[in-house]
């Protein structure tokens, strides 16, 4: 069984310090291989709140760190530094790699960059970018669970968030889930859902889910949401022919008990791989 944990948009400059503790003992005690922090690490992109990003990435001590920015974590005001050196700050604290993957057996995760310094909170995901995606996807192993991950979300629940659909949305889910994607993972709007794209999307023909996670510690909370994380959960299926499957459970943090709490559970069943 492999494990992961999806953290977003923890805007560190406004994290809630018991929040922050009690997702260190939760991570600590789940014990994933893979963390996936999926953007909007700090709330301005300044030095000293990446080196605490950086101080709580380490005290999670999971084996295996995935890390995008997010739109915040790009300067807002320092234009020079917006449009000459914009991930400066972020690559000082977890590298220069803007898109890290990660490949086991069970599980293929693949990150996507979609901040752009020519734009304030919108993101977009160039052609190039799908179509890269979409190739290593379709080089993925039958076994693995595929997973990509953007910052701002290629599908939302309510109409008041469509401005923040990520641009190329549509063109993007239908190439990646043709190309065997299972779950696109997303933050941004600080809502967490779990949504089937086959069906509710033109041109998804597979079984395959838009992932949104919540904002993991800051005090930015939206929409009545509070503070969540995902974790999510998958093993290789026995045989080739047997159908892949995973569960997404979403943790909620509960101030009286100071503690993450499971509050809700999907159990994920994908098309058996043809190729």
Not at 46 to 61: G, I, W
Not at 110 to 136: D, F, M, W
Not at 155 to 162: A, F, G, H, P
Not at 236 to 260: G, N
Request: aromatic share 6%; with cysteine.
């Amino acid at each position: 069984m492999t494990l992961l944990v999806q953290i977003s948009d923890p805007h560190f400059g406004t994290e809630q310090a018991p929040v922050v503790e009690a997702l260190v003992r939760f991570v600590r005690e789940q014990a994933p291989s893979i963390a996936i922090l999926s953007g909007d690490i700090t709330q301005r992109a300044r030095r000293a709140q990446f080196q605490v990003a950086r101080a709580f990435v380490e005290r999670l001590a999971v084996p295996h760190t995935l890390v995008i920015p997010g739109n915040h974590d790009i300067p807002l005001y320092n234009l020079a530094a917006r449009v000459a050196r914009p991930y400066a700050e972020f690559r000082r604290a977890f590298g220069r790699n803007l898109e890290p993957e990660f490949e086991s057996d069970a599980v293929l995760v693949l990150t996507l960059n979609t901040t752009r310094a020519y734009l304030h909170e919108k993101g977009a995901v160039s052609p190039q970018q799908i179509e890269r995606v979409a190739r290593r996807l379709e080089r993925a192993k039958p076994t693995q669970l595929r997973i990509v991950v953007t910052h701002q979300p290629v599908s939302v629940t309510r109409r008041e968030d469509r401005a923040d659909l990520l641009h190329g949305h549509a063109r993007a889910v239908r190439r990646w889930t043709a190309a065997g994607a299972d779950l696109i993972l997303g933050g941004h709007i600080h809502l967490p859902f779990v949504q089937a794209l086959q069906g509710s999307r033109r041109g998804v023909a597979r079984k395959a889910w838009a992932v949104q996670a919540g904002t993991a510690v800051s005090s930015r909370v939206r929409n009545d949401a509070g503070n969540s994380v995902n974790l999510i959960r998958c093993a290789p299926p026995a045989t080739p022919s047997t159908a892949r499957r995973c569960s997404v459970e979403r943790w909620d943090y509960d101030a009286a008990k100071h503690a993450f709490a499971l509050v809700a559970h999907d159990e994920l069943v994908f098309d058996v791989d043809a190729r």
